[in-house]
Each structure stands twice: as C-alpha cells, then as structure tokens.
C-alpha cells in the first residue's frame, strides 16, 4: 500500500493551494481518507476526512469553511482544497487511508503518506 502526497509549496497568506493524494496497493473506494498536518514543535492535527464513497465529509474547527475535501475514485485520489490559507496553517500535510469509517483520530488510520510541506507567509 501507497499514499503518495502532491501540491505543497509556498504561497502567500489569502492563496490556495490543493493537494493530492494517490494511493496503490488497494482498494481505494472502500477506504476513509483522512488529511491531517503537523507543525513544528505541534501535535498532529486532524484537518479533514472524507467516506469511503464521498458521502460524507469531516473538518477540523480551524479550517471549516476554508478547506475542501473531495475524492475521485476512478483515479484512487483524494484532494484537499485550501483556500484563506494563514501562516497558522503552515506545516507538513499528511493523508492517511483507513478500512471503513471516517475518524478524526489519525491512531486509527492504517496506512500513511509521506507527508507534502505547506508553507503560508505573511
């Protein structure tokens, strides 16, 4: 099983970035996915996480309204659309697959990408 992460960089507070997320090895439609992101000296955060068939979705209080995320399962890719980004939401983003429901606990998360660096100036 692989989660391979994409779209991380810097941009300027008020930008947008969006992040992908592709996964092999499995099946990708039965699986949760789950974003969550790590700042320096910080806890891991849960930011968002999605249904095995989209039909539901989760967000973290501090990013309800800016954050989007979404899947395609024909392309066994999960996508995480920031917009409003601040420089509070600077870190390293991470998504994560689990067998059967959504969680915001990323210890019941199986399987984990490498992480992809936000980084959001001033």
């Known amino acids: 099983v692989q989660l391979v992460e994409s779209g991380g960089g810097l941009v300027q507070a008020g930008g947008s970035l969006r992040l992908s997320c592709t996964a092999s090895g499995r099946t990708f439609v039965t699986d949760a996915m789950g974003w969550f992101r790590q700042a320096p000296g910080k806890e891991r955060e849960f930011v968002a996480a999605?249904?095995?068939?989209?039909?539901?979705?989760y967000y973290g209080d501090s990013v309800k309204g800016r954050f989007t995320i979404s899947r395609d399962n024909a392309k066994s890719t999960v996508y995480l659309q920031m917009s409003s980004l601040k420089p509070e939401d600077t870190a390293v983003y991470s998504c994560a697959a689990k067998v059967g429901f959504s969680s915001y606990y990323y210890e019941r998360y199986d399987y984990w990408g490498q992480g992809t660096q936000v980084t959001v100036s001033s």
């Open positions: 999605i249904g095995g068939r989209g039909g539901e979705t």
